[in-house]
């Protein structure tokens, strides 16, 4: 049985920089690519950043470009996204996303692709 358990959630001010982490366990992520999705009170889950199973690729949603990293530590089985310049508007709930395939192709975004979830950590940015 495949779980994901997201931490590092906080509040932080505007500018300021946060990191999350999702442990994986059951099995070995090397077979898994991995995104993080956001989902802030009354809005739908949206995409954020994936990563395939090395890490040689990555996708971005365009408003988080240059200021989050997504990574992944096979070894430690865990995936990180690091996020700097934090903005009012990234506040939300964070969720690790797991799919059983290595590589993402063009559906990178897409959260009906991914069969395996986090419970989220929130992510609170104040002005």
């Known amino acids: 049985q495949v779980q994901l358990v997201e931490s590092g959630g906080g509040l932080v001010q505007a500018g300021g920089s946060l990191s999350v982490s999702c442990a994986v366990s059951g099995q070995a992520i090397s077979n898994f690519a991995m995104g993080w999705f956001r989902q802030a009170p009354g809005k739908e889950r949206e995409f954020v950043a994936a990563i395939n199973w090395s890490g040689s690729s990555t996708y971005y949603r365009d408003p988080v470009k240059g200021r989050f990293t997504i990574s992944r530590d096979n070894a430690k089985n865990t995936v990180y996204l690091k996020m700097n310049s934090l903005k009012l508007e990234d506040t939300a709930v964070y969720y690790c996303?797991?799919?059983?395939?290595?590589?993402?192709?063009?559906?990178?975004?897409?959260?009906?692709?991914?069969?395996?979830w986090g419970q989220g950590t929130q992510v609170t940015v104040s002005s």
């Open positions: 996303a797991g799919r059983a395939a290595r590589y993402l192709g063009g559906t990178y975004y897409d959260s009906t692709r991914y069969g395996y």
